[in-house]
């Protein structure tokens, strides 16, 4: 039985690397846009990371919302209303 994995191993040579979009969101992404439109110091990436985490419970603190650190159902529909921007 053969092993593919084994056998790049001990070949050695380049790892290969995924793809630029893997592990991004359109979600995440528009609404890091939605949150940086508002003032909130993000990178719109599209990477989930500790300051988009930040950001956005920041913003279910100030609306009153369920602190989640997460693009809820509900903060994602308080985001979209407040900024302007469909997050989807």
């Given at each position: 039985?053969?092993?593919?994995?084994?056998d790049i191993?001990r070949?050695?040579?380049?790892?290969?690397t995924?793809?630029a979009?893997v592990?991004?969101?359109?979600?995440v992404?528009s609404?890091?846009r939605?949150?940086?439109?508002l003032?909130?110091n993000v990178?719109p990436?599209g990477v989930?990371?500790?300051?988009?985490?930040?950001a956005?419970?920041?913003?279910?603190q100030?609306?009153?919302?369920p602190v989640?650190?997460?693009?809820?159902p509900?903060?994602?529909?308080?985001l979209?209303?407040?900024?302007?921007i469909?997050?989807?």
């Open positions: 039985m053969r092993d593919p994995i084994g191993i070949m050695g040579g380049p790892v290969p995924p793809p979009n592990g991004k969101s359109d979600v992404l609404g890091q939605a949150l940086a439109k003032g909130y990178k990436d989930m990371g500790a300051g988009t985490r930040q956005i419970e920041r913003f279910e100030e609306r009153r919302l989640t650190g997460d693009f809820s509900r903060t994602i529909r308080e979209a209303a407040a900024s302007g469909a997050v989807q």
